[in-house]
């Protein structure tokens, strides 16, 4: 059960992990000459190691090792760490090859798709204007499939994987450092094989790199981390439906660089899915200021 200061404790976290998370592009787009997969190798090395030295610091080593003694923690932190992994490739890949609006547009959709992962996973029954909120998102869905004739593929990648990832990271209540650590120990294996193996890019030899891009591929670590840090923090003290109003913030700001800074093209058809997916988060923002002062209304009732 969470206290009122566990709630606005996870209010800041969430706060600070959408604005860091929509500001990322200005950090992505200095690396726009690496490959997506060696940048996500990047994350997963540096991240790796960053943890680590936090870990050490606060000394949750004997954490690490109670969660990595069940069998059950393992595999949800494996499924985890692939979401995570797939969240970040596509959003890397999104922002440098011109497709902010569509990670802008993914992001839009996950606090509907929390709210969906709620009612299936955690019991959450939906209220009548969260329906028709889904309702209006399948719709602005709907019009990029017939307007563009397929999936907005990237949108969907960002919006279920991390939608997914919080749900299972909620199930697993673990704190938010341990859980990273382990899941980038993960990922580990693989980048380092990635990275010393097989990469064969321009960039892919540290030692030919200019010291400003090796410096900005080692900031990952600060990129990555801080922000999941925080986003973790707040999953363990906010419903899921609560968590997915801040995402807001987040995608607005993918948009409006994606317009301004990005010059990418936005026509009508595009225009209107995001129409439809902002009715629903108005009607979605709507329905939980209205439950929240029920809630409140019944607490103040009953004392």
Same mark, same amino acid.
């Given at each position: ?26 950090? %992505? &787009? ?23 030295? +936090?870990?050490?610091? %606060?000394?949750?080593? *004997? ?8 069998? &059950? ?42 709210? +969906? ?29 017939? !307007?563009?004739?397929?999936? *907005? ?23 938010? +450092? ?10 580990? *294996? ?10 064969? !890019? ?80 108005? +009607? ?15 607490? &103040?009732?009953?004392?």
């Amino acid at each position: 059960m969470t206290t009122n200061n566990d709630t606005k404790h996870g209010v800041i976290f969430a706060i600070l992990a959408y604005v860091m998370w929509g500001l990322a592009p200005l950090y %992505f &787009k200095q690396l726009h000459e690496v490959p997506a997969y060696e940048i996500l190798a990047h994350r997963a090395l540096w991240s790796c190691i960053f943890v680590a030295v +936090l870990v050490s610091l %606060f000394k949750f080593w *004997p954490m690490v090792k109670s969660v990595l003694s069940t069998p &059950k923690n393992i595999f949800l932190l494996l499924c985890t760490s692939l979401l995570i992994s797939i969240n970040w490739l596509t959003y890397i890949w999104a922002v440098n090859n011109g497709h902010l609006l569509d990670a802008s547009l993914g992001y839009f959709i996950n606090p509907i798709i929390n709210v +969906l992962l709620g009612m299936v996973f955690l019991s959450e029954k939906l209220r009548k204007l969260q329906w028709v909120a889904i309702l209006l998102a399948i719709v602005g869905i709907l019009i990029q499939v017939i !307007s563009l004739g397929y999936l *907005p593929w990237v949108a969907l990648v960002l919006s279920c994987s991390f939608g997914f990832y919080g749900l299972m990271r909620k199930k697993l209540k673990l704190n938010p +450092l341990v859980g990273l650590f382990i899941e980038t120990m993960i990922m580990l *294996p693989v980048a380092a094989i990635y990275l010393f193996l097989i990469a064969d !890019s321009a960039t892919a030899d540290l030692a030919s790199n200019s010291m400003s891009l090796n410096l900005l591929l080692i900031s990952a670590a600060f990129v990555t981390t801080i922000p999941l840090l925080c986003f973790n923090h707040a999953a363990v003290r906010l419903p899921l439906s609560t968590l997915g109003f801040f995402q807001y913030i987040g995608p607005t700001l993918l948009f409006i660089m994606g317009v301004t800074l990005f010059d990418e093209a936005i026509n009508t058809e595009t225009l209107m899915t995001f129409a439809f997916i902002w009715a629903g988060l108005v +009607l979605f923002s709507v329905d939980g200021i209205k439950h929240n002062r029920y809630q409140r209304a019944l607490l &103040k009732t009953s004392s």
